[in-house]
C-alpha cells in the first residue's frame, strides 16, 4: 500500500463527516472561509475545493441558507444552518454516534 493510497482513504473519511461538521458549525452565520478556518482548528482539515461545493449543494438541498453582506468592501456569501438543516441534524449526530460505537468495538 502506497502513501498516496492511504492519503486518499483518509480523505474519504473526512469527506464523510463535513456535511454533519458543516451543519454543526452553522448555528451562526459565517462565509465559507471562516468556516474552512473554523474546522480546521477544531482539527478537521477541508480543502476549499470541497467546502464550497458542499455549501451550495447544502443550500440548493435547503438545510442551509445563504446572503450576501458586504463587509470591508467585499461582498463574503455568508451561510447559515436553516430550519430543515436544524431539524436534521439531530438525526445526523445519533447516526453519528452509532457509528463512531460500532467502529469502536471493531478496532478494539
Do not use: C, F, H
Amino acid at each position: 500500500m502506497t502513501n498516496q493510497y492511504a492519503e486518499n482513504v483518509a480523505l474519504e473519511l473526512r469527506r464523510g463527516v463535513i456535511v454533519l461538521a458543516a451543519l454543526s458549525q452553522l448555528g451562526e452565520a459565517q462565509y465559507g472561509y471562516s468556516l474552512l478556518k473554523s474546522l480546521s482548528e477544531l482539527g478537521l482539515e477541508v480543502d476549499q475545493g470541497t467546502l464550497y461545493p458542499l455549501l451550495r449543494r447544502l443550500e440548493t438541498q435547503g438545510l442551509l441558507e445563504s446572503v450576501w453582506k458586504i463587509e470591508e468592501a467585499r461582498p463574503r456569501r455568508y451561510y447559515v444552518i436553516s430550519a430543515a438543516g436544524k431539524k436534521l441534524l439531530p438525526r445526523l449526530k445519533n447516526e453519528w454516534d452509532s457509528i463512531v460505537a460500532v467502529m469502536k468495538k471493531m478496532l478494539a
